[in-house]
């Protein structure tokens, strides 16, 4: 469900130390009267020196749309990680997830707003909770989403609920830690359950 990539252009700049806008030639702050294009040489080097090479880093990025992947293949070149994020065109469940490590599942599904409709949406949501039960054990999970009733649907016990807002639009970033096993999560719904 990665879009246009913000999110996982956003992770894949934040894991390397890549200061956002780097990548860019022009800012306005060029055209001011008393710019010193020496002080700005000299800034973007020590910026471009603290980038750091992750071995082994991946960072996965799906969504069912190819325009949207096409699109968030076009933004990861122009912020200059593209050669860090592996897209692919798939439904979310299909998503590979690399095992034995500690890693992190983050969607943003449609929530109704703009995108998607509200039944369909229901057993999205849904389907997003038994996939991250079943195939993420050991990563955190997060989903963004601005429709809290939706988010119930996910059906698992949210270990941290977030507040942001987009606009007018009370969000929520649904914080899960998926445990190896689904033990521990399936007597959490229970007891939630009852
Ligand atoms: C709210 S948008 C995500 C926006 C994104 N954060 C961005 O930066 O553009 C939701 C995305 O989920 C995708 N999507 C919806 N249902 C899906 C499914 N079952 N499997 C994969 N992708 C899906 C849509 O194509 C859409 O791009």
């Not at 990665?2 to 200061?19: F, H, K």
């Not at 909770?129 to 993420?136: A, E, I, L, P, R």
Request: proline letters at 2%; aromatic letters at 10%; glycine letters at 10%.
């Amino acid at each position: 469900m990665c879009g246009s990539g913000t999110v996982a252009i956003e992770a894949a700049l934040i894991a390397t130390n890549q200061r956002p806008g780097l990548f860019r030639l022009n800012y306005a702050f060029m055209h001011l009267t008393g710019y010193d294009e020496q002080v700005y040489l000299d800034e973007m080097e020590t910026l471009n020196k603290q980038i750091i090479d992750i071995p082994g880093l991946r960072i996965i990025a799906t969504d069912y749309s190819d325009v949207a992947i096409a699109n968030a293949r076009k933004n990861a070149i122009a912020a200059g990680v593209s050669d860090i994020i592996e897209f692919s065109v798939c439904d979310f469940e299909a998503t590979e997830v690399p095992e034995g490590g500690k890693g992190v599942m983050f969607m943003n599904p449609e929530y109704g707003e703009r995108l998607g409709n509200i039944s369909e949406l229901e057993a999205t949501y849904t389907r997003i909770g038994d996939f991250m039960k079943k195939k993420c054990g050991g990563y955190w999970g997060y989903i963004f989403t601005g429709n809290l009733d939706l988010a119930k649907k996910i059906g698992l016990k949210a270990k941290r609920r977030i507040e942001f807002y987009t606009s007018i639009i009370d969000c929520r970033l649904m914080e899960y830690e998926l445990y190896e096993g689904s033990r521990r999560q399936v007597r959490e719904e229970e007891q939630q359950a009852s």
